[in-house]
């Protein structure tokens, strides 16, 4: 450890900027967001509805409805980024 130096930066670095996504990214990102939302609502609504077998179909309603409006704001949020992206092109 002796003989080793600490590396002395040359010059100070600039603050790391957040990436920013484009909107093809976003909607991308939110359709595939969408698509696991929709299946749990599926699942959810399956069970709250459908399955006679199953003792908490209570939960399972409510969990289908907030699902469901996961599931709509990503998809408005990714019609949203699907506009963007088509002005962009324009």
């Not at 996504?21 to 909607?27: F, G, I, P, Q, S």
Request: aromatic share 16%; glycine share 4%; proline share 7%.
């Amino acid at each position: 450890m002796e003989g080793q130096q600490q590396p002395t930066p040359e010059q100070p670095q600039p603050p790391l900027e957040p990436v920013k996504k484009t909107a093809l990214e976003v909607r991308n990102d939110y359709a595939v967001y969408a698509v696991a939302w929709l299946a749990a609502c599926l699942w959810f609504a399956y069970d709250g509805w459908l399955n006679k077998e199953i003792h908490s179909y209570l939960f399972n309603r409510i969990g289908a409805f907030a699902f469901g409006v996961c599931f709509l704001f990503c998809i408005a949020m990714a019609v949203s980024a699907h506009r963007a992206f088509k002005r962009r092109q324009q």
